[in-house]
């Protein structure tokens, strides 16, 4: 019987404060693990483009986060080509101004986190 009470106080919390368990919640970009999936995803991006200079994120469109065995980020960002070439150390990257030189493009990266495990992992990458 306790059971049943606790998962209908559970469901009545999940509910009361708009939050549904395990689902998807808006998230915010200055959150330190959002920040530092990002980075994981743009880093992994770059290595896998074959192309000499560096991609960076140009705006951040929208950032989601879902509790899943840790934490899975959504995130949408604006990528672009900058001037910096991938074997560069050190330089401050800065992106064109000139649309062909930018060569602007959209990105959705799902970016799974275990922080107590120090593991990241990109499960999905779709740029158009």
Not at 18 to 46: M, P, Q, T, W, Y
Not at 75 to 96: F, H, S
Request: hydrophobic share 45%; with cysteine.
């Amino acid at each position: 019987m306790w059971k049943v009470v606790f998962l209908l106080l559970a469901a009545t919390f999940a509910v009361g404060t708009g939050v549904l368990v395990g689902g998807v919640s808006d998230g915010d970009i200055n959150d330190e693990g959002a920040k530092k999936a990002l980075n994981f995803a743009v880093e992994r991006h770059n290595f896998g483009l074959n192309d000499m200079y560096l991609r960076q994120v140009a705006e951040v469109v929208k950032v989601q986060k879902q509790v899943v065995a840790g934490i899975k980020y959504i995130i949408t960002v604006k990528m672009a080509r900058t001037l910096c070439r991938k074997n560069g150390a050190g330089e401050e990257c800065i992106i064109p101004e000139d649309p062909a030189q930018a060569q602007p493009y959209q990105c959705k990266f799902s970016v799974w986190s275990r922080p107590w495990l120090k593991e990241m992992t990109v499960l999905e990458e779709k740029c158009n």
